[in-house]
């Protein structure tokens, strides 16, 4: 017999309405109403998972070595366990709701909600600025990082008096909870998630053991090490140079696993969430890229910022790995899907190493074609039309993330104190970051083709598809640092004079003999914001810039057919969980033992 859905779920999401969303709107609109009917849920619920389009996410497999393949199944292992990280990080119920849904979703209506919180992690809507779509409860700005009644007063008067504890506090791999007096304490995750963190980390060394790829087995060992004692500097070191063994058994995985991002802490900005990205190196487009990595001395000497802010105490080691995405797990695959990423985060180690930039060709392919091309048709100038292309969007990509390593990452706060940039802008710092990577990286693009380095027609490409871009990410929501960041860039090119808005024709343009004087403007505020640990700044221009005007509201309206963004559906990773799970079986029998049970 079926069990029903929890009482308070459902009465929770029956009764969510207008009161919590503020004025209420009808199903076409997208939000919910305390008098709807089944019917009527459904239609909105359609909606929402209409904003993620399925795509078929593969990678060609014929080429990889039965040696990889057995490490390959492994990795997977350890991803699943990532996803059970970041839906207990993400909030409080999330986890027995999915898995609930999981066992006895059977009607429409429960197969649709079970979609939705696969792809949330949670009963949250990453699009809606985490508005609840199943219960009344708000989600805290801190996820589960923090004790839900704590406020940011009481963090901060906390440090204030324990000034010994500071470093734990906002380290990024602890949790903050109340000891038995109700007083705050830390808890490294090594602890926290210990039972979880351990079962990654046996498949992390089995599959070290079936690797001949020094670099690789390194990596994994020394991160299976890091779940243990909660230090992640040794592997993450270890990690930038992950494809430096060239000797025989030389392995293509590109792996990363563990906690990296901040997003999800919306409190402070300080608490790293779990993720995985499982994919295999393409070589001839990383060798194309590798040229820019000898630039970026030259583009921090050049940086449009005071020379006493620059950076040039960073590691050496910048490697750029083009991949093609396997499977991804955690963090990465809530909501919006990851195209690239520049990591580690760590300031420590990028003074001490470097980092790497991991562009994954697949995912960015699908989210172009997918949603950036209509984008484009949509809400540009016909004129621009032509030049919104793939080479232009991927260079944005790279460019973006090379200019996360660019600029400042230690520095001296106002106060005078030696702080990391994160550390100094709180809660501000996700949407700052991203933003300053997005505007470094177009100022990047235009440097290196005034050198001559990237080639002159790709100005204009450049203009036109971030132009569209801006708009594609916009429509992630203002809670979202990406959109938001988005949204600031707009809204301060717009007032500059380098976008025209023709309201007859509703279409957008972009003012190409102005452009590069803008992208310098807004960059040298951005880096000086960084540079300075300027707080009160970061919001001030976050209060300024990042109100959505009716011109993108109303452009964003026509857009709504339009999917947000791809669901991956990781067929390789399936094929591959299939065949090598009959390999594991067999060797467990043959070797006497017993399933991890996974």
């Given at each position: 017999m079926k069990k029903s859905l929890p009482?308070?779920?459902?009465a929770g999401f029956l009764l969510f309405g207008c009161a919590h969303l503020g004025a209420e709107r009808d199903a076409e609109g997208g939000k919910m109403d305390s008098k709807m009917g089944k019917k009527a849920l459904i239609k909105v619920l359609k909606a929402k998972r209409a904003k993620f389009k399925d795509i078929e996410v593969s990678v060609d497999l014929n080429g990889v070595s039965e040696e990889d393949k057995r490490v390959l199944w492994h990795l997977l292992q350890a991803a699943d366990v990532m996803d059970l990280l970041f839906f207990k990080q993400a909030s409080k119920d999330g986890l027995s709701i999915y898995e609930h849904l999981k066992r006895h979703a059977e009607t429409?209506?429960?197969?649709?909600?079970?979609?939705?919180?696969?792809?949330?992690?949670g009963v949250y809507d990453r699009l809606e600025d985490h508005k609840p779509f199943i219960e009344t409860k708000d989600k805290p700005l801190g996820a589960e990082f923090y004790p839900e009644d704590m406020t940011k007063e009481e963090f901060e008067s906390f440090l204030k008096a324990h000034e010994d504890k500071r470093d734990a506090f906002i380290s990024p791999y602890t949790v903050i909870r109340r000891g038995k007096n109700g007083e705050l304490e830390s808890v490294p995750y090594s602890e926290f998630y210990k039972d979880d963190l351990e079962r990654a980390a046996r498949h992390l060394e089995a599959a070290a053991k079936e690797t001949r790829d020094e670099a690789l087995k390194r990596f994994l060992l020394s991160r299976a090490q890091a779940f243990r004692t909660n230090d992640y500097f040794q592997s993450e070191c270890d990690w930038v140079d992950l494809h430096s063994y060239k000797g025989e058994g030389k392995s293509a995985i590109e792996i990363t696993i563990g906690p990296y991002e901040v997003y999800e802490d919306r409190l402070f900005n300080y608490k790293a969430s779990f993720e995985a990205f499982v994919g295999l190196v393409d070589e001839k487009e990383s060798a194309k890229l590798s040229l820019v990595s000898s630039f970026l001395d030259e583009l921090e000497a050049n940086l449009p910022i005071e020379a006493r802010y620059k950076n040039f105490g960073r590691g050496q080691a910048s490697p750029i790995v083009v991949a093609n995405l396997l499977y991804s797990a955690g963090d990465t695959k809530a909501g919006v899907q990851t195209t690239a990423y520049n990591l580690p985060n760590d300031e420590k180690v990028r003074e001490a190493k470097g980092s790497k930039k991991v562009l994954l060709?697949?995912?960015?392919?699908?989210?172009?074609?997918?949603?950036?091309?209509?984008?484009?048709?949509?809400?540009?100038?016909?004129?621009?039309?032509?030049?919104?292309?793939?080479?232009?969007y991927f260079n944005d990509v790279l460019m973006h993330e090379v200019s996360h390593g660019l600029g400042p990452g230690i520095i001296t706060a106002l106060d005078g104190s030696k702080v990391q940039v994160n550390v100094a802008l709180k809660e501000t710092y996700s949407t700052v970051e991203e933003?300053?990577?997005?505007?470094?990286?177009?100022?990047?693009?235009?440097?290196?083709?005034?050198?001559?380095?990237?080639?002159?027609?790709?100005?204009?490409?450049?203009?036109?598809?971030?132009?569209?871009?801006?708009?594609?990410?916009?429509?992630?929501g203002v809670s979202e640092a990406h959109g938001l960041a988005n949204l600031i860039e707009y809204n301060f090119f717009k007032e500059e004079g380098c976008i025209a808005y023709d309201e007859k024709g509703g279409r957008f343009s972009v003012v190409e003999d102005k452009f590069v004087g803008c992208v310098e403007g807004l960059a040298r505020r951005l880096l000086t914001i960084e540079a300075t640990g300027d707080y009160e700044g970061a919001k001030g221009m976050i209060e300024k810039f990042g109100k959505m005007p009716p011109e993108v509201a109303e452009a964003i309206k026509r857009l709504e057919d339009i999917p947000v963004d791809i669901k991956p559906i990781y067929s390789s990773a399936q094929e591959l969980r299939r065949t090598m799970g009959k390999w594991w079986m067999q060797f467990v029998n043959d070797k006497g033992g017993e399933d991890d049970k996974e």
């Amino acid at each position: 017999m079926k069990k029903s859905l929890p009482e308070v779920f459902v009465a929770g999401f029956l009764l969510f309405g207008c009161a919590h969303l503020g004025a209420e709107r009808d199903a076409e609109g997208g939000k919910m109403d305390s008098k709807m009917g089944k019917k009527a849920l459904i239609k909105v619920l359609k909606a929402k998972r209409a904003k993620f389009k399925d795509i078929e996410v593969s990678v060609d497999l014929n080429g990889v070595s039965e040696e990889d393949k057995r490490v390959l199944w492994h990795l997977l292992q350890a991803a699943d366990v990532m996803d059970l990280l970041f839906f207990k990080q993400a909030s409080k119920d999330g986890l027995s709701i999915y898995e609930h849904l999981k066992r006895h979703a059977e009607t429409e209506y429960e197969k649709l909600l079970l979609e939705l919180v696969e792809i949330n992690f949670g009963v949250y809507d990453r699009l809606e600025d985490h508005k609840p779509f199943i219960e009344t409860k708000d989600k805290p700005l801190g996820a589960e990082f923090y004790p839900e009644d704590m406020t940011k007063e009481e963090f901060e008067s906390f440090l204030k008096a324990h000034e010994d504890k500071r470093d734990a506090f906002i380290s990024p791999y602890t949790v903050i909870r109340r000891g038995k007096n109700g007083e705050l304490e830390s808890v490294p995750y090594s602890e926290f998630y210990k039972d979880d963190l351990e079962r990654a980390a046996r498949h992390l060394e089995a599959a070290a053991k079936e690797t001949r790829d020094e670099a690789l087995k390194r990596f994994l060992l020394s991160r299976a090490q890091a779940f243990r004692t909660n230090d992640y500097f040794q592997s993450e070191c270890d990690w930038v140079d992950l494809h430096s063994y060239k000797g025989e058994g030389k392995s293509a995985i590109e792996i990363t696993i563990g906690p990296y991002e901040v997003y999800e802490d919306r409190l402070f900005n300080y608490k790293a969430s779990f993720e995985a990205f499982v994919g295999l190196v393409d070589e001839k487009e990383s060798a194309k890229l590798s040229l820019v990595s000898s630039f970026l001395d030259e583009l921090e000497a050049n940086l449009p910022i005071e020379a006493r802010y620059k950076n040039f105490g960073r590691g050496q080691a910048s490697p750029i790995v083009v991949a093609n995405l396997l499977y991804s797990a955690g963090d990465t695959k809530a909501g919006v899907q990851t195209t690239a990423y520049n990591l580690p985060n760590d300031e420590k180690v990028r003074e001490a190493k470097g980092s790497k930039k991991v562009l994954l060709k697949n995912v960015g392919r699908a989210k172009f074609e997918a949603s950036l091309v209509p984008i484009a048709r949509r809400v540009l100038d016909q004129t621009l039309f032509d030049f919104v292309d793939f080479d232009a969007y991927f260079n944005d990509v790279l460019m973006h993330e090379v200019s996360h390593g660019l600029g400042p990452g230690i520095i001296t706060a106002l106060d005078g104190s030696k702080v990391q940039v994160n550390v100094a802008l709180k809660e501000t710092y996700s949407t700052v970051e991203e933003c300053k990577a997005d505007v470094v990286g177009l100022w990047a693009s235009f440097y290196l083709i005034k050198k001559g380095i990237f080639p002159q027609e790709l100005g204009k490409r450049i203009m036109a598809t971030m132009l569209a871009g801006l708009f594609r990410s916009m429509r992630f929501g203002v809670s979202e640092a990406h959109g938001l960041a988005n949204l600031i860039e707009y809204n301060f090119f717009k007032e500059e004079g380098c976008i025209a808005y023709d309201e007859k024709g509703g279409r957008f343009s972009v003012v190409e003999d102005k452009f590069v004087g803008c992208v310098e403007g807004l960059a040298r505020r951005l880096l000086t914001i960084e540079a300075t640990g300027d707080y009160e700044g970061a919001k001030g221009m976050i209060e300024k810039f990042g109100k959505m005007p009716p011109e993108v509201a109303e452009a964003i309206k026509r857009l709504e057919d339009i999917p947000v963004d791809i669901k991956p559906i990781y067929s390789s990773a399936q094929e591959l969980r299939r065949t090598m799970g009959k390999w594991w079986m067999q060797f467990v029998n043959d070797k006497g033992g017993e399933d991890d049970k996974e």
